[in-house]
């Protein structure tokens, strides 16, 4: 369950897409609609950053920030899901993702994280994993929405431009780390406690094991990852190489 982007960065579903050849843009409904949505998004995502810097100047250490951003952090990654939601069910004419697929995933395995490990098993809460991955998430998203926002605006400055296909570099293995390091000091307590497993005999006659199911979660990391980020570089040698050419023909 890859995911920063994030995490790292997200696998490109852009609302304004930056290939050569464009796509019918959405309605003007559709249009503000996305515009309110991803500034909100922004600033959600700014006020966890906020929270972090402030939360390490209080306490002058970076062990244990978590809780100083939880419940944002809760709120505004299952947010997304809202986002995935609309795009991959069309709902937004115009709007389609460029990799449905890699994109839900990877959502999926953001709120997964935040959700069924980081809140589930507080124990991690307070590893410096958790820190690496909120990290990386923050400000992939950061630049994500804004991305998304001057664009939907027709007005993206090339900074913006340039970190959403750049800081992904170094963003995506730092979270995907911070991800697998949480998945993997939460096991013990997975298997001491028995969490969300399902034992025979039940009259379901069904049994699961979340144990089992994280070591699962962390092999997929191995075929997923390297798609996504290899996405992201085809897309980043396409959009900034475009952009390159653009400026020259000016």
């Known amino acids: 369950m890859a995911a920063s982007g994030s995490g790292g960065s997200r696998a490109d579903n852009g609302y304004g897409s930056q ?126 929405y804004s991305f998304y926002t001057f664009s939907l605006l027709n007005h993206l400055p090339y900074l913006i431009k340039w970190a959403r296909y750049t800081l992904f570099i170094v963003l995506y293995p730092m979270g995907v780390s911070g991800e697998l390091l949480t998945i993997y000091a939460a096991l013990p307590f997975v298997r001491q406690s028995g969490l969300y497993s399902i034992s025979l005999p039940n009259k379901y006659n069904f049994s699961f094991d979340y144990y089992t199911f994280l070591i699962l979660v962390m092999i997929s990391y191995i075929p997923i990852f390297p798609q996504l980020y290899f996405h992201m570089l085809h897309q980043r040698r396409k959009v900034l190489s475009h952009t390159e050419e653009h400026k020259k023909s000016e």
């Open 19 to 144: 290939h050569p050849r464009r796509r019918k843009g959405p309605g003007a409904l559709a249009t503000a609609y996305l515009v309110i949505y991803n500034v909100v998004m922004t600033a959600g995502w700014l006020v966890i950053a906020v929270g972090l810097v402030r939360a390490y100047l209080a306490k002058g250490s970076y062990h244990s920030l978590y809780y100083s951003i939880e419940k944002p952090l809760k709120f505004f990654q299952t947010g997304a899901l809202l986002e995935e939601y609309l795009l991959i069910a069309k709902f937004l004419p115009g709007i389609v993702p460029s990799s449905v697929v890699l994109t839900a995933f990877q959502v999926m395995s953001r709120v997964f994280l935040t959700w069924a490990v980081t809140h589930s098993v507080k124990e991690v809460q307070t590893e410096d994993s958790v820190l690496l991955f909120v990290v990386a998430w923050t400000i992939t998203e950061i630049i994500r």
